[in-house]
């Protein structure tokens, strides 16, 4: 089992930056073996990919939307991923959820992750 617990979200105006981080625990397997992934749910919205990261950092794939924005992370010697949201928009505003699959996430799956955290909310707002 793979257990995500995401921190930093908030309140943060608009063009304001955010940094979520996702701690990742993993008993009997080793960090590195998982591709890590955000996505988000704003309100009367479907749930979206935001973005996603290979095992060892080489490849990531954003959403249009955040692409030239928002920066995903990782260090695997913290077991630990990191989203960098820049030029915070209200459209923004969402639950971002930390994700982590054995497959990589790519945003254009046909299924979902196999592992999600709880969620943080951002809110982006003047």
Partial sequence: QVQL???GGGLVQPG???RLSCAASAPGRTFSTLSMG??????????????SISRY??????????KGRFTISRDNAKNTV????????????????C???????TGR?????????????????S
Avoid: C
Wanted: cysteine-free; charged content about 20%.
């Fill in 5 to 7: 617990v995401e921190s």
């Fill in 16 to 18: 304001g930056s955010l």
């Fill in 38 to 51: 955000w996505f988000r749910q704003a309100p009367g919205k479907e749930r979206e990919f935001v973005a």
């Fill in 57 to 66: 950092g080489g490849t990531t794939y954003y959403a249009d939307s955040v």
């Fill in 82 to 97: 990191s989203l960098q949201m820049n030029s915070l928009k209200p459209d923004d505003t969402a639950i971002f959820y």
């Fill in 99 to 105: 994700t982590a699959d054995d497959r990589q996430i």
């Fill in 109 to 125: 799956d046909t299924r979902a992750p196999a592992y999600w955290g709880q969620g943080t909310q951002v809110t982006v707002s």
